[in-house]
């Protein structure tokens, strides 16, 4: 048994750059159920783990989601995709999480509206085993494959509610980002392709077809991504409107399907 204290952890924090030692100290105590394993842990955060990944869960929406190991952390930009579907979805709706991750937006979604239907799919199996863990209270029903390929097909033309929060970080930027996400979250997870919006292209063109008349597409992008992804859903049949939360930099466009 390790004795390692609170003053140990934060020195052995700080000492590796840890901006919150004292915040992340107190998470790494609270999570350890032995020293030993509170030691390990404090080793791992040490040497770059994110905290997310070296305790098991990260804090979305009010709720404890699951992250394993090089599955994308939920950002708290995100949230703010969330309260905008929560805004627009009516109770009993069909809801899919695309490129769903650790499945936090659906089980965000799920948790905000009193019932609704929820799919959710993502290419890589890490992901796709974190997500049932996190969307089975929610009856969520998880797909492991490419974008919409894995979905059943009965949801053709009947979607209300279509998140997706996909890569969009411009491959030539994913050298700039801080090393907790180029390093320890996959870049599948990441790559948008040169412009960051090769993924907004495939998922716009193909969403009319998925979408019930006057469904909604919602994405995140950059605010400097937004004009751009504008005229994408435009050019598909969407009409296009952009969100946009300053205080958390966080800017979405939904994309509806105009009804019949
Ligand atoms: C930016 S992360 C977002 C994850 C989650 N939506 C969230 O916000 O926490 C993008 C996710 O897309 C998945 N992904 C990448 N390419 C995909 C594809 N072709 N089909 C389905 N999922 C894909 C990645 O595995 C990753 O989990």
């Known amino acids: 048994m390790k004795n390692i204290n609170f003053e140990h952890i934060v020195t052995s924090l700080r000492a590796t750059g840890c901006v919150f030692a004292e915040d992340e100290a107190r998470i790494l105590m609270s999570a350890a159920r032995t020293s030993d394993e509170l030691a390990a842990m404090v080793g791992r955060r040490s040497e770059g783990f994110p905290l997310e990944h070296v305790i098991g869960w990260a804090e979305f929406y009010g709720l404890r989601i699951a992250v394993d190991p090089g ?23 069909i809801v899919v999480d695309l490129c769903c991750g650790s499945g936090a937006l659906g089980a965000a979604l799920a948790a905000t509206l009193e019932r609704i239907e929820l799919y959710a799919v993502d290419i890589d199996p890490a992901a796709v085993q974190c ?33 997706a929060n996909v890569p969009y970080v411009p491959t030539g930027a994913i050298e700039l980002l801080p090393s ?37 597409l919602l994405v995140e992008i950059s605010e400097r991504q937004a004009p751009q992804t504008v005229e994408i859903f435009a050019h598909s049949g969407l009409i296009p409107r952009v969100a946009r939360f300053d205080e958390l930099d966080a800017t979405v466009i939904v994309g509806t399907r105009p009804s019949l």
């Open 71 to 93: 599955v994308f952390i939920p950002r708290h930009r995100t949230e703010f995709l969330v309260r905008q579907a929560a805004e627009i979805a009516k109770s009993g709706a």
């Open 180 to 216: 907790e996400a180029r390093i320890h979250e996959a870049r599948i997870a990441l790559d948008g392709g040169v412009d960051g919006l090769d993924f907004q292209r495939r998922v716009a063109t193909v969403a009319p077809l998925w979408l019930a008349p006057g469904g909604h």
């Open 131 to 163: 997500a049932r863990r996190n969307l089975d209270a929610a009856g969520g029903h998880v797909y492991e494959g490419d974008l919409f390929e894995a979905l059943p097909t009965k949801l053709l033309n009947s979607i209300d509610i279509l998140l």
